[in-house]
């Protein structure tokens, strides 16, 4: 069973754009991120909700909007998409919120902006 | 957040260890370290953490100096799917800080037959 899953695995899309990537866990966990990992492999958290609430908003573009509908999925919707999204993104959860929690990656969206 | 060092990259022969170090000298006292590793074209995965005694799981083990000023991740038989990235994280200590992994560059740990 997949603890972590993200839908699509690829995606290529024009310049200008919306998308959505979705994300779902079934380890029953509290707490979902997003990280975006770009063309030099380095990864950064992007968002995190605990609960559906918003608990950590790193300096991303208006344009990217995440949402909870529950604490078992946290989407991505990217408008007016551009190049410089192209990136992977990764969707994590974990147990609770605190810092001494471990997180589970999903297995990524491999975003082409074209 | 506390930066850590790794060496960029290493090699293993096949069934040694591998000893990767980690620098983390400003580590504040309830900071823990972290290690997750990530294999060619898939999600970081958990290895171990730590705050100041050694730790040891089915993976690997954690040896921590007593200054907690670096760390050593011990892989004890490596096999070629142990080739991955190797990141290094120092936890924040709380506060608005909550879940925020910060990664960096990792070590390239290459395992050759």
């Known amino acids: 069973d997949t603890a972590v899953s993200q839908t699509p695995k690829y995606l290529v899309t024009q310049m200008g754009n919306d998308k959505s990537i979705k994300c779902e866990q079934n380890l029953g966990h509290d707490t979902m991120y997003w990280y975006k990992q770009d063309s030099k492999k380095f990864l950064k958290i992007m968002f995190s909700?605990?609960?559906?609430?918003?608990?950590i908003n790193e300096t991303v573009p208006n344009r990217f909007s995440p949402k909870s509908p529950d604490k078992a999925h946290l989407n991505l919707h990217i408008n007016s998409l551009e190049l410089g999204d192209s990136a992977v993104y990764f969707c994590?959860?974990?147990?609770?919120?605190?810092?001494?929690?471990?997180?589970?990656f999903g297995p990524g969206t491999r975003l082409l902006v074209l | 957040d506390a930066k850590t060092t790794q060496p960029p990259s290493m090699d293993c022969a096949e069934g040694r260890a591998a000893n990767l170090p980690c620098n983390h000298s400003?580590?504040?006292?309830?900071?823990?370290v972290y290690w997750y590793r990530q294999i060619h074209s898939q999600g970081p995965q958990y290895i171990i953490h730590?705050?100041?005694n050694n730790e040891t799981n089915e993976m690997a083990s954690l040896i921590i100096t007593e200054d907690r000023k670096s760390s050593t991740l011990i892989l004890p038989h490596a096999t070629l799917r142990d080739t991955a990235v190797y990141y290094c994280?120092?936890?924040?200590?709380?506060?608005?800080?909550?879940?925020?992994?910060?990664f960096g560059q990792g070590t390239i740990l290459t395992v050759h037959p």
């Open positions: 730590g705050l100041k």
């Open positions: 909700y605990n609960n559906k609430e918003l608990i």
């Open positions: 994280i120092v936890s924040p200590a709380g506060g608005t800080s909550y879940g925020k992994l910060t």
């Open positions: 400003t580590i504040s006292g309830n900071e823990y």
């Open positions: 994590a959860s974990s147990q609770d919120r605190g810092w001494r929690e471990t997180q589970y």
